[in-house]
């Protein structure tokens, strides 16, 4: 009598599944705003981002004046100053000013580049949620499968009590009650290594969301709404989103730089002036024995770029080269966003037929075979073992359904990334 209630008590056992709730879109997002207010990721870009602008600041001012002081005409005779008229005591300035619009120019190039700094941010912010929220997804499928292997862990120890109990009564065989017993070693030993895994990733998301995250629990999969809302418009070219990407915009700040290199390069075939004022005091007296009035000297300096083969040329031609080279790093980023973007999409697209296949066929058949070796098995045309084997091979089949689940979660993760629909 206990042979035929047994595996009725198995099978319905067998069937039950965990399933994600209802989204938990709010408390992830929750814990991603956490996380980005107090990310030194995006602190440490700030950081650079300001220095970057002081630093421009800087760097177009004008050179600090130089002062020039010294002794013009003192005969070495006497080493006197008031013998010999020609003989003063200098004090002078100089100033150098920049050649050119380069100052300027240097400071817009400077804030340029602080601005691909806070467009780096924004990148910042997109790993973060992309790096939370992927171990979020398969926290969620190791929870699921956790408890998957907790219900036929707890099968297999009910098969063995009442194995054990039919042998005590000579209705079963030894081998059966072993059978039994390496089935529950085995869902011990899944059961530690899935442990193992949720340990491992709470351990990462602690690099963003501190020892919060040894209290993390998953109870669903994101929504994905920005995402779902865009791909329903089904938009054929993805060009125009990936452009507004920060990871775009801030190779588009590197060109503007790029660009006002090659004004910065232009710009040194414009000479550059100094000017220099000096004052000299005279103590002698003059051929008419009054005392010699003193001196005030003032200069222009200014260089001339005249052999500029070696030097100008080449600067302008360097900065030309690397305006090209951001521009064609643009293209290419683009173009390698958008074919990711495309093979995410024929993922996304062949996950969910085979997630429709298991819900359709897959696992509705292996439920069916395991019922039909349990037909048997009462009849006595079939062994527990051929029963336990269905049984596993049906949990494969749920934990496979859940992986393609997570896969499908994943790959949402990864198109929300590339089109900034987090």
């Keep these: ?43 440490q870009l700030q950081y650079q981002a300001d220095a970057m602008v002081d630093m421009g600041i800087a ?27 020609m003989t003063n005591i200098s004090v002078g300035l100089m100033q150098q000013f920049g050649r050119g619009n380069t100052l300027a120019l240097q400071q817009k190039q400077s804030s340029q580049q602080a601005n691909s700094l806070r467009e780096k941010m924004g990148v910042r912010e997109l790993d973060v949620k992309s790096a939370i929220t992927t171990r979020w997804i ?9 408890q998957l292997l907790r219900q036929n862990q707890a099968l297999f120890k009910e098969l063995e009590h009442f194995l054990g109990t039919n042998y005590g009564v000579g209705a079963n065989q030894a ?30 998301l602690s690099e963003w969301l501190g020892n919060q995250a040894t209290e993390v629990t998953v109870d669903g999969y ?7 809302a865009y791909l329903s418009t089904t938009p054929t070219d993805n060009y125009q989103v990936l452009a507004a990407h920060p990871s775009v915009r801030m190779v588009d700040e590197l060109i503007e730089s790029a660009e006002t290199g090659v004004d910065i390069a232009n710009e040194s ?22 005392p010699a009035s003193d001196l005030v000297s003032a200069f222009l300096t200014l260089d001339l770029p005249l052999f500029t083969d070696k030097r100008q ?3 302008l031609s360097s900065a030309q080269y690397q305006l090209g080279a951001a521009k064609s790093q643009r293209d290419l980023m683009l173009k390698q966003m958008n074919a990711k973007v495309s093979a995410l999409l024929i993922d996304r697209s062949n996950i969910e037929q085979r997630l429709a296949r298991y819900q359709r066929s897959l696992l509705r058949q292996a ?34 359904q859940a992986r393609l689940n997570t896969d499908l979660q994943l790959a949402n993760s990864n198109l929300a990334y590339m089109l900034n629909k987090y």
């Design 1 to 43: 009598m206990q042979k035929r209630i047994l595996p009725r008590v198995l099978g319905v056992a067998l069937i039950a599944a965990w399933a994600p709730t209802a989204a938990a879109t709010p408390k992830l997002n929750s814990l991603i705003d956490w996380a980005l207010e107090n990310d030194t990721g995006k602190q």
């Design 59 to 85: 760097s177009s001012q004008w050179m600090d004046p130089k002062l020039k002081v010294g002794v013009g005409g003192l005969p070495v005779d006497s080493f006197t100053f008031d013998d010999d008229p």
């Design 138 to 146: 398969e926290l969620a499928y190791q929870q699921q499968a956790h």
């Design 175 to 204: 081998q059966d009650i072993i059978q039994a017993q390496l089935q529950i070693s085995r869902m011990d030993e899944k059961l530690q290594a899935n442990e193992q895994m949720q340990q491992r990733l709470r351990a990462q």
């Design 222 to 228: 994101p929504q994905w709404s920005s995402l779902t």
């Design 269 to 290: 075939y414009q000479p550059q002036f100094g000017i220099e004022v000096m004052y000299g005091y005279r103590q002698a007296n003059g051929m008419n024995g009054q």
């Design 313 to 315: 040329d080449k600067k």
């Design 367 to 400: 439920k069916e075979k395991t019922r039909a070796i349990e037909r048997g098995y009462q009849n006595n045309t079939s062994q527990l073992d051929e029963y336990i084997r269905a049984a596993s091979e049906e949990l494969t089949i749920e934990l496979e």
